[in-house]
């Protein structure tokens, strides 16, 4: 079967740096994306990753390893605003996009 | 960018009635769209796959009489709640591929809260 995984819920103080893991298993891999979500709100476009390596925009970086099925995300210089679910999702062989559940990121000053 | 817009953004309905909510793609042709429930505290659920002049492909689970989707032009798709129930209370959300450059992507619409009575 296709699994996605990644952790339910993370917590991280005003200004500082988190990681969020995103870990899958899926038929075929055809590009990663992130996104954010805030309560109530449809998901909204972070970063997507279809090579290995470092993707930077701004505070936020994705990472992944096709060969160890992992990616995550860096956000830097942590912001109140910042307080989301964010979801990493794969695309598999038919281009469908595989979702994760989700890590819920608080952030607390 | 390429906007998606969701039509209505909250609807509230009491139990038996039908409710039609509806996708476009503002600015851009979408060869597919795809519609996606949302429980609280849940991660999104796709329900089906619709491409422009085609039946529309339906997940495991999701009954297809009960959420009928229309995708008559490259710019508008729609899903139909018949005979709602309470428990069809969720959030829809609708995003749209537009098969160019871009073919991997969806763009998300806002969202539309169903409350069933």
């Known amino acids: 079967g296709q699994n996605i995984d990644q952790p339910t819920e993370m917590t991280a103080t005003e200004g500082a740096i988190v990681q969020i893991n995103c870990t899958y298993q899926t038929s075929g891999f055809n590009g990663l994306f992130w996104y954010q979500q805030h309560a109530g709100e449809a998901p909204t476009f972070l970063s997507y990753n279809v090579l290995d390596g470092l993707e930077e925009k701004g505070r936020f970086s994705s990472f992944l390893s096709r060969s160890k099925g992992y990616s995550y995300l860096l956000l830097k210089e942590l912001q109140m605003k910042d307080s989301a679910s964010y979801l990493c999702?794969?695309?598999?062989?038919?281009?469908?996009?595989?979702w994760g559940a989700g890590t819920k990121l608080i952030i607390k000053p | 960018g390429a906007v998606v817009s969701q039509h209505p953004s909250r609807v509230i309905c009491k139990s038996g009635t039908s409710v039609k909510i509806e996708c476009r793609s503002l600015?851009?042709?979408?060869?597919?769209m795809f519609w996606y429930r949302q429980f609280p505290k849940q991660s999104l659920m796709l329900m089906a796959t619709s491409n422009e002049g085609s039946k529309a492909t339906y997940e495991q689970g999701v009954e297809k009489d009960k959420f009928l989707i229309n995708h008559a032009s490259l710019t508008l798709s729609t899903l139909t709640v018949t005979s709602a129930h309470p428990e069809d209370s969720s959030f829809y959300i609708c995003?749209?591929?537009?098969?160019?450059?871009?073919?991997?992507?969806?763009?998300f619409g806002p969202g539309t809260r169903l409350t069933v009575l």
């Open positions: 995003s749209a591929r537009d098969g160019g450059v871009n073919y991997n992507e969806q763009f």
């Open positions: 999702a794969v695309v598999d062989s038919n281009y469908q996009l595989i």
């Open positions: 600015d851009f042709q979408a060869t597919t």
